[in-house]
């Protein structure tokens, strides 16, 4: 029951912050995301070649990381997977 509420609770606030969201977006706005994420994807394209040549995955973490540093939020630069 307690979870059913919290539920009903959180349901109009999530609505909310979605709508917040999907505003749209000037041609400038775009142009910066597409450039993020283009920087993004080249970070995460030199991790995989920094752990293909043989590299620590700590290494390669942290390099990662400085690259994506204002990029994206979080420490694994938009993507994290299991191992």
Excluded: N, W
């Amino acid at each position: 029951m307690k979870s059913l509420f919290s539920a009903l609770l959180l349901a109009p606030l999530l609505a909310l912050a979605a709508a917040a969201h999907a505003h749209d977006h000037s041609d400038q706005e775009t142009k910066v995301d597409i450039e993020r994420h283009r920087a993004m994807a080249a970070a995460h394209e030199a991790a995989a070649k920094c752990l293909e040549s043989g590299k620590g995955h700590d290494q390669c973490q942290k390099d990662l990381q400085a690259a994506c540093k204002s990029l994206a939020i979080g420490k694994y630069c938009g993507m994290r997977h299991a191992h």
